[in-house]
């Protein structure tokens, strides 16, 4: 059973800089897909972004592109989100989540999730 752990989550200021973390239990991961999803209060979740296993291959949703950048490190089983720019919408648990079990990358069909962490962007 692998295990992922995000961290980084804050309070921030509009225009302001985070970078979110998660750490995953075992190895196996760096052959998976992995991913960031967020939920704000009342919404469902959705995709942030997301990362083939060689790190070449990004994707990532309409309303933070251009703006925040999923990185691997295999050699960790890490996975960072860098956010810069951030925005009020962009408050949110964000989830990591890793394996792929088919179809896009943009959709929830994942095997492993994290807790998840806090985000809040102050306006």
């Known amino acids: 059973q692998v295990q992922l752990v995000e961290s980084g989550g804050a309070l921030a200021q509009a225009g302001g800089s985070l970078r979110l973390s998660c750490a995953a239990s075992?190895?196996?991961?760096?052959?998976?897909?992995m991913a960031w999803f967020r939920q704000a209060p009342g919404k469902e979740r959705e995709f942030v972004a997301a990362?083939?296993?060689?790190?070449?291959?990004?994707y990532y949703a309409d309303s933070v592109k251009g703006r925040f950048s999923i990185f691997r490190d295999n050699a960790k089983n890490t996975v960072d989100l860098q956010m810069n720019n951030l925005k009020p919408e962009d408050t949110a648990i964000y989830y990591c989540?890793?394996?792929?079990?088919?179809?896009?990358?943009?959709?929830?069909?994942?095997?492993?999730w994290g807790q998840g962490t806090q985000v809040t962007v102050s306006s």
């Open positions: 990362i083939l296993s060689t790190g070449r291959t990004t």
């Open positions: 989540a890793a394996r792929l079990l088919g179809g896009s990358v943009r959709s929830l069909n994942y095997n492993y």
């Open positions: 075992e190895r196996t991961v760096s052959r998976d897909v």
